[in-house]
T-cell receptor, first 115, second 111 residues
Framework: GAGVSQSPSNKVTEKGKDVELRCDPI?????LYWYRQRLGQGLEFLIY????????KSGLPSDRFSAERTGESVSTLTIQRTQQEDSAVYLC?????????????FGPGTRLTVT | RKEVEQDPGPFNVPEGATVAFNCTYS??????FFWYRQDCRKEPKLLMS???SGNEDGRFTAQLNRASQYISLLIRDSKLSDSATYLC????????????FGGGTRLMVKP
């Protein structure tokens, strides 16, 4: 079946511009996660959506970052007034939290470059 | 102390070698455990879940020691294609099913 998809695959933007990244989770997956991975670094948790519960935003690095998800479908991550330190790969993952053991499946990521 | 700790490596091994990675986790409430594999400039992919009784998938064997709070991954008969970063991942259900990722262990298999 279809996996997690993300768009765009690559985005180059100028410092100060806003960007919007999109994630389409696996159909039926109730949970959706956003991570950031800088070059040569580990995964950095950003935000977690679980069904209709309030999202866990504890990983968002600043108020320039926000994310939305409608129901159990697509999610968008928005970065306002981008800075060079925002350059990274942004990964989305989804999981079926109705059944153990809740493995996450990742999309291919969006590579963001802020110039 | 990090919640999930791994030796970053790199582990450089010849083809055909057996190599083992360990991972320790700090939260005794952790309930699910996984190994993910990440190739260079690619997304992490689930390699295997780790069950209490230990489990094997071909050349890969995963073990869990709850008392000592560590997880291991054993790779037998290493292939060049096994070269990647291996991520130890822990799920704490009381934290909303979030996964906590270790920093990864890099493996390089040489001819």
């Amino acid at each position: 079946g279809a996996g997690v998809s993300q768009s765009p695959s690559n985005k180059v933007t100028e410092k100060g511009k806003d960007v919007e990244l999109r994630c389409d989770p696996i159909s039926g997956h109730t949970a959706l996660y956003w991570y950031r991975q800088r070059l040569g670094q580990g995964l950095e948790f950003l935000i977690y959506f679980q069904g209709n519960s309030a999202p866990d935003k504890s990983g968002l690095p600043s108020d320039r970052f926000s994310a939305e998800r409608t129901g159990e479908s697509v999610s968008t991550l928005t970065i306002q007034r981008t800075q060079q330190e925002d350059s990274a790969v942004y990964l989305c993952a989804s999981s079926n939290d109705r059944a153990l053991p809740y493995e996450q499946y990742f999309g291919p990521g969006t590579r963001l470059t802020v110039t | 102390r990090k919640e999930v700790e791994q030796d970053p490596g790199p582990f450089n091994v010849p083809e055909g070698a057996t190599v083992a990675f360990n991972c320790t986790y700090s939260n005794s409430a952790s309930q699910s455990f996984f190994w993910y594999r990440q190739d260079c400039r690619k997304e992490p992919k689930l390699l295997m879940s780790v069950y209490s009784s230990g489990n094997e998938d071909g050349r890969f064997t995963a073990q869990l020691n709850r008392a000592s709070q560590y997880i291991s991954l054993l790779i037998r008969d290493s292939k060049l294609s096994d070269s990647a970063t291996y991520l130890c991942v822990v799920n704490m259900y009381n934290a909303g099913n979030m996964l906590t990722f270790g920093g990864g262990t890099r493996l390089m298999v040489k001819p």
